[in-house]
């Protein structure tokens, strides 16, 4: 690809120079060592290729094509302006700190430019009598109107004004817009243009042009909608969201494709384990869960790693279905290992599924970080010679000193609450050749767009029905100032035989603050209730004293269980019935739908209160509503999503969200459809399309997503 090969830096860096910008006050001079250091800074900008340039799109564009006269621009206090004038006057200020003060005046008035850093050459610069255009936002100062650290130009009385929107892009420290500019336009000047589109790719789905497109976006025409560019829905945007969306699916797929080449252990036997598990159940299984299980089963027994997300509403019961993926593992002659993103998630996970699973005859092991040396030495030893058969526990399992005889199946619970990494990690552990297969479980639903492109790779198994016999959650909205109703209602649900969870705010800024209210909390409910057994749990709780409180508290020896999030997920006690969550306001909504579901898990009627602080705003309110009006996690994601966007559901720990830089899956919807159309398309029929798009858009960044 001639036209996209490194160019030569020192060509890329080229600084007009004309137009200074005060912010930096840099007056770059083409020496070459600056333009070495122009280079270097733009490549730390990422800015290496001319195509790296090309792909630089502006973050938002100016209007520089008209001048107000001083006295209008006067008059728009707290908006951008553009002005000229005539210094008259100049002077650096020492009160209340260094600054230069410049004024300017045309034929209607007169203004000041103040700039708080500065350099010498500026004072030369503003000289009296030197004309000057300057744009800043307007504001009003003790000595009239002014612009604070306006961007400037010297001019002459009739240098023409640009046409067209001043593109404005994305820089680092050191970088003047000016030296983008022309470093982009340089690149413009020297690419043999290629789209890697086809023509008739391109009128089949009414896309613009690659080079149309860029040429629009960094130097947009005077006649272009300029609403339109502004709100990046012109054609060109429409453009570029495509192309990227386009190479993000193509990247995704050949990732599945190559993992498919992969082999993985078949495990098509349902055998004796298996069977015999089954019929000691102490439940029939729904029919959503036969449904997904046999789903599941058909994927073990393919020799090809299976990638699937098992989706459930939180107590639908996907704990059960894991475990039996993992009996055919075993009655297959294979290891299987349950990961679980916290260490009491992990325990009851063990405690469970050791207490279905042993008297079959099943050898399990236990892995956490917390172990002591020589616990986890066994725990290792039992993992590596294959005796353990199912393996349970934290990441501490994807640590390197742990060694499986024979993996040949991964289950994640709470899959979103680990990183893409964690989970690759853990398929790594397989043997030569071999990749595990892997089951990952969420009760977060992924909204459409989502799994169209982050997800797009994985098979997704839903659980879309409930165990008989629950009865739905009640939930109320309170004002916290009505605590001591909550307590009396607490004592009667106590004595009543209920079981209560009382959830202490997320504290986001700190941990020991976090803590502190949940123990201040904890013995101000051992005070008001005397007659209660009341329990605490936190994560700093040594691991034996934490599983001494669920134990209580699983066995109805605690009533009232004061916790923080460290409940958030999995827990399950069905003799819980009752949850008070204080400072509800500060959860987020699929959290606060977690913590709910761990009521709501027996017969019995559970009721969850949201204890608020006042006053609430208007999306506070409202976000409590919703939890008070569904209990469908994906109702409730649904509108969550409406209020939020979806970036959040992806969080820091989903690396792939930094792949988008152009499309919104918001309102970009449809493309990603007609991308993923396209993508399944070219992938069959059209190969050098698809090396060539990939190419241009993910260069290095591939890798990212082989996961
Ligand atoms: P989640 O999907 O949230 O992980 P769990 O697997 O923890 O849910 O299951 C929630 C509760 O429902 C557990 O107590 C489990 O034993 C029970 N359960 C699961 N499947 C069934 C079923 N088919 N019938 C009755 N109870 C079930
Ligand atoms: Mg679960």
Redesign the pocket.
């Known amino acids: 690809m001639a036209a996209e090969a490194p160019s030569n830096p020192e060509q890329t860096a080229q600084p007009d120079g004309a137009d200074t910008t005060a912010s930096t006050g840099k007056n770059a001079k083409k020496t070459p060592a600056k333009q070495m250091k122009a280079s270097e800074k733009l490549a730390k900008l990422g800015l290496r290729k001319d195509m790296d340039f090309l792909l630089h799109l502006p973050m938002r564009y100016e209007d520089e094509t008209q001048i107000l006269s001083i006295a209008e621009a006067s008059l728009r206090g707290g908006s951008q302006v553009q002005i000229q004038g005539i210094v008259t006057h100049q002077e650096v200020q020492y009160r209340p700190r260094r600054q230069l003060v410049v004024t300017v005046s045309d034929d209607s008035g007169e203004l000041h430019l103040r700039f708080l850093n500065f350099y010498g050459s500026q004072t030369k610069q503003l000289a009296t009598g030197a004309h000057v255009r300057a744009r800043g936002e307007l504001r009003h100062g003790f000595f009239g109107a002014e612009l604070v650290h306006p961007t400037y130009k010297l001019v002459q009385d009739d240098t023409p004004l640009p046409s067209a929107l001043t593109p404005v892009y994305h820089s680092g420290e050191g970088v003047p817009q000016a030296l983008l500019r022309k470093a982009i336009s340089n690149a413009i000047q020297r690419t043999h243009w290629r789209d890697t589109l086809a023509p008739r790719y391109l009128t089949q789905l009414n896309l613009m042009g690659f080079e149309a497109s860029i040429r629009t976006l960094h130097n947009p025409p005077p006649d272009v909608d300029q609403y339109a560019l502004s709100e990046r829905e012109h054609p060109a945007w429409t453009r570029m969201k495509f192309d990227e969306l386009l190479a993000q699916q193509l990247s995704l797929k050949r990732a599945q494709k190559s993992r498919r080449a992969k082999g993985a252990p078949a495990m098509p036997l349902v055998g004796e384990l298996s069977n015999a598990f089954l019929l000691n159940l102490p439940?029939?299984?729904?029919g959503a869960?036969e449904k997904v299980l046999k789903e599941i089963r058909a994927d073990l027994g393919q020799s090809y790693p299976m990638q699937r997300l098992l989706q459930?509403d939180?107590?639908?019961?996907?704990?059960?279905v894991a475990a039996l993926a993992a009996a055919q593992a075993i009655d297959n002659g294979y290891q299987a290992a349950l990961m679980a993103p916290t260490e009491i998630l992990a325990e009851q996970h063990f405690r469970k599924i050791a207490a279905w699973l042993e008297p079959l005859g099943v050898r399990t092991a236990w892995l956490t970080g917390s172990l002591r040396k020589k616990e986890k030495e066994q725990a290792q030893a039992l993992i590596q010679s294959g005796e353990a058969r199912l393996v349970i526990g934290t990441h501490a399992l994807i640590q390197d000193n742990v060694q499986f005889q024979k993996l040949g199946l991964v289950l994640v619970d709470e899959q979103h609450r680990f990183g893409v990494g964690q989970r690759l990690d853990l398929s790594h552990k397989a043997q030569a050749g071999l990749i595990p297969h892997q089951l990952m479980?969420s009760?977060t639903p992924i909204p459409r767009t989502l799994a169209m492109t982050y997800y797009a790779d994985l098979e997704v198994s839903v659980?879309d029905e409930l165990?008989?016999g629950r009865t739905p959650i009640v939930t109320r909205v309170i004002d916290q100032n009505r605590r001591d109703e909550v307590i009396e209602r607490i004592h009667a649900a106590a004595h009543e035989g209920k079981q209560v969870y009382w959830v202490c705010p997320l504290i986001e800024e700190s941990e020991t603050l976090q803590l502190q209210t949940a123990t201040e909390t904890h013995a101000m409910l051992a005070e008001a209730l005397p007659d209660i057994r009341t329990g605490l749990v936190h994560g700093r709780l040594k691991p034996a004293e934490k599983q001494q409180v669920m134990d209580d508290f699983l066995h109805n020896r605690v009533q009232v269980l004061v916790a923080t999030t460290v409940i958030e997920v999995?827990v399950?006690v069905?003799n819980a019935s009752l949850m008070v969550i204080e400072h509800a306001e500060r959860f987020g909504l699929s959290q606060l739908h977690q913590l709910r579901?761990r009521v709501g898990?027996g017969a019995a009627a559970s009721v969850c209160l949201l204890m608020y602080q006042g006053p609430l705003g208007q999306v506070a309110k409202q976000r409590l509503g919703i939890m008070r009006e569904s209990t469908d996690g994906f109702e409730i994601a649904r509108r969550d999503l409406e209020l939020r966007g979806p970036g959040e559901f992806l969080g820091a720990r989903q690396s792939g969200e930094a792949m988008l830089k152009f499309a919104n899956l918001e309102t970009d919807q449809w493309l990603v459809e007609q991308a993923r159309d396209l993508a399944d398309y070219l992938l069959r029929n059209d190969t050098a399309t698809v090396s060539a798009h990939l190419e241009r858009w993910m260069g290095n960044k591939e890798e990212y997503l082989r996961v």
């Not at 439940?283 to 729904?286: I, K, Q, S």
């Not at 939180?314 to 059960?320: H, P, Y």
Request: proline residues 13%; aromatic residues 4%.
């Open positions: 439940f029939t299984l729904t869960q459930g939180v107590g639908s019961g996907k704990t059960i479980m009760a659980i165990p008989p999995g399950d069905p579901g898990r």
